[in-house]
């Protein structure tokens, strides 16, 4: 497998271990000691202490960029599009998703925290552009 199909595993595992770390962690402790029902969780409003809020939400960001991410990974390999800047650009994604997700979930959102959750988010953006611009251009000097 390329760097980028095993940074987007990466990615959809992450998803995944944040949602058990936190929605789950939260929700199955409440319902195994009797605090809550299974059935008791509402989807919006999301309540609950503020690290489970921002788990949902962090999770739910996650949900929000896998697929382009997925998008973008799909196209370099059927584009055959390979090189290093494209290895490190994809473990930047992820890199930055974790570290993002992190900022998100361990922090109060105060204002410099924010800051920094945006500064990850922005390199993400930044990243999937770069890799957009590296397939289009790769494309174009094919044909």
Known sequence: MTQPVWMLLAFA??????????????????????????????????????????????????????????????????????????????TAVVVARVLQSLTHVAFVQTKPVVFVRFAFFSVQIAAFLWLIGIIVATHVART
Not at 26 to 38: D, F, H, Q
Not at 72 to 83: C, F, K, M, Q
Request: some cysteine; aromatic content about 8%.
């Open 13 to 90: 595992a992450w998803t995944l271990v944040l949602l058990m770390a936190t929605v789950g962690v939260y929700r199955w402790s409440r319902i195994l000691t009797g605090r809550a029902e299974i059935q008791s969780f509402q989807a919006d409003p999301v309540d609950g202490s503020g690290w489970y809020q921002r788990g949902t939400r962090a999770h739910a960001n996650c949900l929000e960029s896998l697929p382009v991410f997925a998008a973008i990974v799909l196209a370099l390999e059927v584009g055959n599009v390979r090189s290093s800047l494209v290895d490190a650009l994809a």
